[in-house]
């Protein structure tokens, strides 16, 4: 048995200890062929039905509908911040942007390159401390889409619920994709990278409503047409193997758990857990209002800097790791994606009122 | 121990064994820190030092100058057919592209959207069975690059010397990168994708001359520039951090094994037993011609189409697994990378000899 620490890691995050010894085994020999998975043809029998497989259960746990593609594109969600107006916005239209935070703010510099850029709202001047509620902000009548991002690493706050509009919806899920029960057919598009809530880094899921894909401006290079790679059920070049049959296994272990749904729950309980500790006392302070909290990424401060590195440094000695936030703004995070177990969060918990009590 | 099997997969290709277990162990606990490689942040030192210590052996073992960048991107070598001329024709300006097959011909169509494309060679009508020979075509005075395929992994041919001349060379070497000792310096761009010679799919190397960067348009997404990747050390985003450890431990078995110079010996006296037992009779007949032969890909014929699947089906039995030819131009084809051991070469000429006896 592997000697495991809790890692509170933003991305690349903990997975489940099934899946990495699933992993283990199958790297070297995958399914007694005698080749392992990393070394085996990406048209071979084997690992066609990996992807199939990891399709057909991301579909059944999102409850996807049939006019959506999925797609396991390369690149990272940043380079969905470029492909959706170059997709979307061939001939210079309009859209909408949420400034809530850091990985906003980057795609709505990439979508100025395609189209008329509308930031119907931001949080900035507030550090990101918040996601608007509805009727923050107003959307132009001749606006292509509506973009957000659905959860916030960086700043740990989340779309409690999302904006109620007749516009395409376009969401970033990189950091809650799976965490939450949600109604795909309310959107255009949604995409994440795998390496928080789904699996190893290296893939990103775009899932497209079909009629999307027939905007791309013809003299868009092939790689960059969601077509391309929808028409080849993302075969059309070699695709990243080890991480799509990562994917696939966390998504089995999702299942195993009860899916969706008792997914969401234990998260909120999760998240409940350290919000109340973080409520209970003025020595903590979260930097999201309570209005816009994250269930993933829990954002917090402690008196002064000084004592945030020592409670850093002295929580990594009991194995609670990754507690660092992000520098960008400092302090301390903990990342709860689903494969956290709410045993790390209750040590964290149980540490932090220690910690307070000593210092 | 796993019970292998000989696989000439063209690729993802076949992996040394020690890799293999190396990445089994590493995956479910690096190094001993209670966190598998793949749920590891890769901003934490030890990811850090992975892909520090991954460059520095390419760097190394193929002695790249120091004016030269080393990128690992996702995407595949397919996205560098945009990428490239993306980045350096900015201005619509000239190249010149000798067309060898399959990925130079898409690289040309990609190329073709951002300037003027002069193709001075194809073997196209004669199935690519050959390479240009020094003289066999010309370069306009004023295109950019020269861009060839070093090896044709379809075709099973091979540039046995690289075109002389003064032009910028570009040179995809997706199939044949580290099989043999290249002078880098005569380059100004390299691209390979890993999953034939370097290691699993998911990353593509890209080795670059510093100025080269300066050319790229103003209006390129962040993420299509060079320079973006290059002044971030490949981490401007999350890398595929796998894709990168699992380079990293084949260049260190590379190294073990005597380097580029040693593993160029051994490839052209493993081809050579496989090109003798074709030559010594007219059962089989080789793709390529003589002077274009490939030391990684041997693309064959046997006197039928009906033989040839009789052939690979009755291979597979034996334990030698992917012999069947590329569905363009079908046949048999025995993938024969670095990794690929000698023991498993001289299985396959035996059981060549024994097939042709009894067929």
């Known amino acids: 048995m592997v000697d495991r620490v809790y890692n509170f890691s933003a991305g690349p995050a903990t997975l489940p ?25 990406h048209r071979s029998k084997e690992f066609m039905a990996v992807a199939e497989n990891t399709e057909s259960l991301l579909r059944e746990l999102m409850e996807i509908p049939d006019n959506y593609k999925v797609l396991f594109l390369q690149g990272g969600a940043s380079s969905q911040f470029f492909m959706i107006p170059m997709n979307l916005l061939g001939n ?9 935070g850091t990985w906003s703010k980057k795609a709505i510099k990439e979508a100025k390159l ?9 949080s900035e001047e507030q550090t990101f401390n918040k996601v608007p509620e509805q009727g923050e902000y107003s959307i132009s009548d001749d606006s292509e889409y509506l973009y957000f991002v659905s959860n916030n690493t960086i700043y ?5 619920t999302f904006p109620d509009t007749d516009k395409l919806l376009i969401s970033d899920m990189s950091s809650d994709i799976l965490s939450r029960k949600i109604d795909v057919s309310k959107f255009g598009l949604i995409f994440a990278g795998a390496q928080k809530n789904m699996g190893p880094a290296g893939v990103t899921v775009v899932i497209i409503r079909e009629d999307l894909m027939e905007k791309t401006p013809e003299n868009t290079p092939t790689m960059l047409k969601y077509k391309t790679h929808a028409d080849k059920d993302s075969m059309f070049n070699t695709p990243p193997c080890f991480a799509i049959y990562g994917v696939g296994e966390v998504l089995k272990w999702l299942k195993k758990q009860g899916g969706v749904e008792a997914m969401e729950k234990r998260n909120i309980a999760k998240a409940a857990l350290l919000y109340d500790c973080i409520d209970s006392t003025d020595y903590y302070r979260g930097h999201a209002e309570v209005g816009s909290r ?11 800097a000084d004592l945030e590195a020592q409670f850093i440094a002295e929580a ?6 990754g507690l660092k936030g992000h520098r960008s703004i400092g302090g301390c995070r903990a990342s709860i994606y689903n494969a956290f177990p ?11 009122k220690e910690f307070e009590a000593a210092n």
Do not use: C, H, R
């Open 316 to 321: 990594a000695k009991i194995g609670l790791m």
């Open 342 to 352: 709410t045993e790390g969060v209750e040590k964290l918990v149980a540490f932090m």
């Open 92 to 100: 210079g239209e309009k859209a909408t942007y949420l400034n809530t």
């Open 294 to 304: 994250s269930i993933m990424n829990i954002s917090f401060n402690l008196p002064s």
């Open 17 to 41: 200890i099934d899946v990495l010894e699933q992993a283990s085994q199958d790297i070297k020999n995958f399914k007694e062929t005698g080749i392992g998975l990393i070394e085996m043809s």
């Open 114 to 122: 395609f189209g008329e850029i509308e930031v119907a709202y931001s």
């Open 156 to 160: 740990g706050t989340q779309f409690p």
